[in-house]
């Protein structure tokens, strides 16, 4: 079992950054390819980025590809995804996610646990 909080969400304009955290409990962290996933009022939840356990292989999401960066450090149980040139259409509910399968997925269904999620607000 793996429990999931995310923190850092909030409101930011347009051009700005902001550092989202998702810390896990127990003892499994490190066995969790985790992932970040977004999705905004009315639309399906998408995938963001992920990092694998062991390597830290990333992977992301055309839209974002340059502008996030994701990052894990094991010893804190913590992953974190780091935001920068941040536009109106980043806004969403962010949620973290971990896969123990130990392949790359991006599908939602493919990710067991899951984060209550928190709100970022990018304004024009």
């Known amino acids: 079992q793996v429990e999931l909080v995310e923190s850092g969400g909030g409101l930011v304009q347009a051009g700005g950054s902001l550092r989202l955290s998702c810390a896990a409990s127990?003892?499994?962290?490190?066995?969790?390819?985790m992932g970040w996933f977004r999705q905004a009022p009315g639309k399906e939840r998408e995938f963001v980025a992920l990092?694998?356990?062991?390597?830290?292989?990333?992977n992301y999401a055309d839209s974002v590809k340059g502008r996030f960066t994701i990052s894990r450090d094991n010893a804190k149980n913590t992953v974190y995804l780091q935001m920068s040139s941040l536009k109106p259409e980043d806004t969403a509910v962010y949620y973290c996610?971990?896969?123990?399968?130990?392949?790359?997925?991006?599908?939602?269904?493919?990710?067991?646990?899951w984060g209550q999620g928190t709100q970022v607000t990018v304004s024009s």
């Open positions: 996610a971990c896969d123990r399968s130990g392949y790359l997925r991006v599908n939602i269904n493919d990710y067991a646990y």
């Open positions: 127990g003892r499994t962290f490190s066995t969790c390819n």
């Open positions: 990092i694998t356990r062991g390597l830290s292989i990333t």
